[in-house]
């Protein structure tokens, strides 16, 4: 790879290097078109050229495929590919804020939460990869990007094994440090494997250290494959035994033993979570996902409308006997009950019970501008509720405006029905 830094690729402007590796270069990039910085991974030779080949040839390849094709808010978007004379080309997403590696020593080591939230994350993104015939291989610290706002985005598909893919992948690819047992034997692999390397991955994070280490490749490679790793209360203090529990469960060697899928690694996650103390008055994001993923309102929703409902919502932590909202009085958005509950009123007359997911102002979504409320809420408890305004939903994406009208229609067919009931009850009483 040349060390000369290119003034233009294709149709980017270059501003920077941002590291090399042993099949690219990365490079920040202008895309003046767009009006946005992009990070651009370099292959110094066309795919036509017979020294493009071997790593080189299969990591651009399998990259190139997933063009346009992976949505979701965990793992960096791919732009562009193309081949050029001299050299070939994937243009991604820039993410400002380094990578999860920084993290992953003992002088730096983060909180126990938010050791959690992220690897919570990476397990939605690679469960998601998981669904769309992905299996990423090198999963590492270096390959997490943080943002400054600190989410998580899992980055560099070089070595993916794709259901679907039309080029040999090199084989025993990935870091070996992080690779599974399986994975380091050649042996067939599944989605299992990404599950051990974000055990290792979570391990290093709590540790501030790998799992396993040697003087040389051969020795490293025959300690993961025939040795225990050590305990992590030996390596960190006052540990819960639920985290260790759960690496342990990660990085087993047995497949059997080891988390059979996404779902039970990030049930035990949200778990640990919900046991750990939040270490400011605001709860994580994670938290919040998972509070929403449990509630009737979003159960149709995907991963990625939750996490967009995340980005276009307040949250609201209010005390018992509070009016929330008033009849008569003009608003521009409706409510999510989280947690606790209230009752609707309308001129004195109770109507309702409200509770955890259900929503309320929720047709002012359909006007056009503010309307007038026709009910009063009061909280009965304390309550926590999620506000979101009509303007920032009509911006939201397609999809996402898709799942709030059924889940509307949903409450307004249930509420029918409720009605229709009680008139029935009613007129059979005379």
Same mark, same amino acid.
């Given at each position: 790879?040349? /060390?000369?830094?290119?003034?233009?690729?294709?149709?980017?402007?270059?501003?920077?290097?941002?590291?090399?590796?042993?099949?690219?270069?990365?490079?920040?990039?202008?895309? /003046?078109?767009?009006?946005?910085?992009?990070?651009?991974? +370099?292959?110094?030779?066309?795919?036509?050229?017979?020294?493009?080949?071997?790593?080189?040839?299969?990591?651009?390849?399998? %990259?190139?495929?997933?063009?346009?094709?992976?949505?979701?808010?965990?793992?960096?978007?791919?732009?562009?590919?193309?081949? @050029?004379?001299?050299?070939?080309?994937?243009?991604?997403?820039?993410?400002?804020?380094?990578?999860?590696?920084?993290?992953?020593?003992?002088?730096?080591?983060?909180?126990?939460?938010?050791?959690?939230?992220?690897?919570?994350?990476?397990?939605?993104?690679?469960?998601?990869?998981?669904?769309?015939? #992905?299996?990423?291989?090198?999963?590492?610290?270096?390959? #997490?990007?943080?943002? @400054?706002?600190?989410?998580?985005?899992?980055?560099?598909?070089?070595?993916? *094994?794709? @259901?679907?893919?039309?080029?040999?992948? #090199?084989?025993?690819?990935?870091?070996?440090?992080?690779?599974?047992?399986?994975?380091?034997?050649?042996?067939?692999?599944?989605?299992? /494997?990404?599950?051990?390397?974000?055990?290792?991955?979570?391990?290093?994070?709590?540790?501030?250290?790998?799992?396993?280490?040697?003087?040389? *490749?051969?020795?490293?490679?025959?300690?993961?494959?025939?040795?225990?790793?050590?305990? +992590?209360?030996?390596?960190?203090?006052?540990?819960?035994?639920?985290?260790?529990?759960?690496?342990?469960?990660?990085?087993?060697?047995?497949?059997?033993?080891?988390?059979?899928?996404? #779902?039970?690694?990030?049930?035990? +996650?949200?778990?640990?979570?919900?046991?750990?103390?939040?270490?400011?008055?605001?709860?994580?994001?994670?938290?919040?996902?998972?509070?929403?993923?449990?509630?009737?309102?979003?159960?149709?929703?995907?991963?990625? @409308?939750?996490?967009?409902?995340?980005?276009?919502?307040?949250?609201?932590?209010?005390?018992?006997?509070?009016? +929330?909202?008033?009849?008569?009085?003009?608003?521009?958005?409706?409510?999510?009950?989280?947690?606790?509950?209230? %009752?609707?009123?309308?001129? $004195?007359?109770?109507?309702?019970?409200? $509770?955890?997911?259900?929503?309320?102002?929720?047709?002012?979504?359909?006007? /056009?501008?503010?309307?007038?409320?026709?009910?009063?809420?009061?909280?009965?408890?304390?309550?926590?509720?999620?506000?979101?305004?009509?303007?920032?939903?009509?911006?939201?994406?397609?999809?996402?405006?898709?799942?709030?009208?059924?889940?509307?229609?949903?409450?307004?067919?249930?509420?029918?029905?409720?009605?229709?009931?009680?008139?029935?009850?009613?007129?059979?009483?005379?």
């Amino acid at each position: 790879m040349s /060390t000369t830094v290119p003034s233009t690729i294709g149709k980017y402007t270059i501003l920077g290097e941002l590291g090399r590796g042993a099949t690219s270069s990365v490079y920040r990039a202008r895309d /003046t078109f767009a009006a946005r910085d992009v990070a651009i991974k +370099l292959f110094n030779h066309a795919t036509d050229d017979p020294s493009f080949g071997g790593k080189h040839r299969s990591a651009f390849l399998t %990259e190139a495929a997933l063009v346009g094709k992976l949505n979701h808010p965990h793992i960096v978007s791919l732009l562009d590919a193309a081949v @050029e004379e001299e050299y070939s080309y994937v243009v991604m997403d820039y993410v400002a804020g380094g990578t999860l590696a920084q993290y992953a020593v003992m002088d730096n080591l983060l909180p126990l939460e938010r050791v959690v939230e992220v690897v919570f994350k990476c397990s939605r993104a690679l469960e998601y990869a998981h669904r769309m015939g #992905i299996i990423h291989r090198d999963i590492k610290p270096a390959n #997490i990007l943080v943002t @400054e706002e600190f989410d998580v985005k899992l980055a560099d598909f070089g070595v993916a *094994q794709l @259901e679907e893919a039309t080029h040999t992948n #090199i084989g025993n690819a990935g870091s070996p440090a992080y690779m599974s047992p399986e994975q380091l034997t050649d042996r067939e692999l599944t989605h299992q /494997t990404d599950i051990y390397s974000l055990g290792v991955v979570m391990f290093q994070l709590l540790a501030g250290r790998l799992p396993f280490s040697a003087s040389s *490749q051969a020795s490293l490679m025959y300690q993961i494959v025939n040795h225990a790793p050590p305990a +992590l209360s030996s390596l960190r203090q006052n540990l819960p035994p639920a985290i260790e529990a759960i690496v342990s469960r990660a990085m087993q060697k047995d497949l059997a033993l080891r988390y059979q899928n996404w #779902i039970e690694f990030g049930k035990d +996650l949200a778990a640990l979570f919900r046991e750990l103390e939040a270490p400011r008055e605001d709860f994580s994001e994670t938290r919040k996902f998972h509070l929403l993923r449990n509630l009737s309102f979003f159960r149709d929703f995907r991963d990625v @409308e939750i996490w967009e409902t995340l980005r276009i919502s307040a949250w609201r932590h209010i005390p018992a006997n509070r009016l +929330l909202i008033q009849e008569g009085e003009r608003g521009d958005g409706f409510f999510i009950l989280v947690d606790g509950s209230s %009752e609707v009123t309308r001129e $004195g007359h109770q109507l309702a019970t409200l $509770g955890p997911g259900d929503c309320f102002g929720e047709m002012l979504y359909f006007s /056009t501008e503010s309307a007038l409320r026709s009910t009063t809420i009061r909280s009965t408890t304390p309550v926590l509720v999620l506000e979101i305004k009509a303007a920032p939903l009509s911006a939201a994406s397609d999809a996402c405006q898709v799942q709030f009208n059924k889940s509307f229609m949903r409450i307004l067919i249930d509420r029918l029905s409720a009605a229709n009931k009680k008139l029935t009850e009613r007129a059979a009483e005379r």
